[in-house]
């Protein structure tokens, strides 16, 4: 006896077959099954979520999966206005003493998003793990340590910033927790360089090559690449 497809089914099928890519991209990400680049799995991330801060901010977790899915195949450009943006719209700032009651803390992407707070290091290690899970290479992005003028004075405060470098050489765009708009280097004339970092090395201002392992120097780095690796995040 033959079985005839039903309507449901069909459309079932024609769904499938429209959302193909989405769903290949959505079990990528979920399984973390990614070379060369940095991977997130997902279930162990999602089911971390939920039993440190409840169902609410699962939700929080998912649409960020949802959104790398969606960014997947994007030019890379338009990636960092997503991931920017994101951020901006998932997360408030909050400083340290008022969030974890120290001076100076990194939060991961499960404590940022967890909480839906963070101050600049949080922002800017967010934006930095989502780009290179969306295959940005690690030559591209710094996260670069700054003096930031305080607006009507000559203070600075210390401050800390995402970078991407289109080429070696490039001026580079910052993403910034300060304000919502990507802008290139030359345009944050209230952002002074110090020194810059990612998880293959370290470069003091303006040098072109790494002085020092990023972990050696940094003990708060080298505590987020191995919190993270407990998290789901893959190196």
């Known amino acids: 006896m ?5 309507l449901s089914s069909n459309k079932l099928f024609f769904w499938c ?6 769903l290949l991209l959505f079990f990528l990400l979920s399984s973390g099954v990614f070379a060369s680049r940095l ?30 899915v969606r960014t997947q195949n994007k030019p890379e450009q338009q990636q960092i ?6 951020f901006a719209r998932n997360l408030r700032y909050q400083t340290d003493i008022q969030l ?3 001076n100076d803390y990194w939060a991961t992407p ?7 707070l963070g101050d600049c290091e949080d922002y800017a290690i967010a934006k930095y793990i989502s780009l290179r899970a969306l295959g940005v290479s690690d030559d591209k992005l710094r996260l670069i340590y700054v003096k930031a003028k305080l607006a009507g004075t000559n ?13 070696p050489n490039a001026q580079p765009l910052i993403l910034d927790s300060l304000i919502t708009k990507v802008l290139p280097a030359a345009k944050r004339v209230d952002l002074s360089p110090v020194f810059s970092f990612n998880s293959q090395g370290l470069w003091a201002n303006n040098s072109t090559k790494s002085v020092a392992s990023p972990t050696a120097r940094l003990s708060r780095w080298r505590k987020i690449l191995e919190q993270t690796s407990q998290e789901g995040v893959m190196w």
Request: glycine letters at 8%; charged letters at 15%; zero cysteines.
């Open 2 to 6: 033959t079985l005839r497809p039903t």
């Open 17 to 22: 077959k429209s959302n193909l890519r989405y």
């Open 39 to 68: 991977t997130i799995q997902f279930n162990t991330f999602i089911e971390l979520m939920g039993q440190k801060y409840g169902p609410a901010r699962v939700t929080v977790a998912r649409n960020w999966q949802t959104m790398l």
């Open 81 to 86: 206005l997503i991931v920017n943006d994101f």
């Open 100 to 102: 974890w009651k120290q």
């Open 110 to 116: 499960l404590e940022t998003l967890g909480r839906g």
């Open 155 to 167: 203070k600075t405060q210390a401050h800390m910033v995402l970078g991407y470098f289109a080429t």
